[in-house]
């Protein structure tokens, strides 16, 4: 059974980076699209990021040039490098691989607090 397990987030200031890890049990993680997603309190989730399978990229218009996501296929890892955080950044964060049109697998989410 595929898992994903997400690690990384915490406070930061304003202006502070994190990088989010989220890795999976299985060799699926190759030929999968990989997504981030985050929830803050009384919200929707939302995309935050995504890459397919093949590296290509896409990000939410509020994160656009200070979040970068990549992957590393033979550690099965996908990464969210976080940069110039803001107040409103702060959610709890999920990652979720997307494969063979109707597997969706959710990891457990990580909070990141942006605060002073």
């Known amino acids: 059974q595929v898992q994903l397990v997400e690690s990384g987030g915490g406070l930061v200031q304003p202006g502070g980076s994190l990088r989010l890890s989220c890795a999976t049990s299985g060799s699926i993680f190759s030929s999968a699209d990989m997504g981030w997603y985050r929830q803050a309190p009384g919200k929707e989730r939302e995309l935050v990021a995504s890459i397919t399978s093949g590296g290509s990229t896409n990000y939410g218009d509020s994160v656009k040039g200070r979040f970068t996501a990549s992957r590393d296929n033979a550690k099965y890892t996908v990464y969210l490098q976080m940069n110039s955080l803001k107040p409103e950044d702060t959610a709890v964060y999920y990652c979720?691989?997307?494969?063979?049109?109707?597997?969706?697998?959710w990891g457990q989410g990580r909070l990141v607090n942006v605060s002073s």
């Open positions: 979720k691989l997307s494969a063979f049109r109707y597997l969706e697998i």
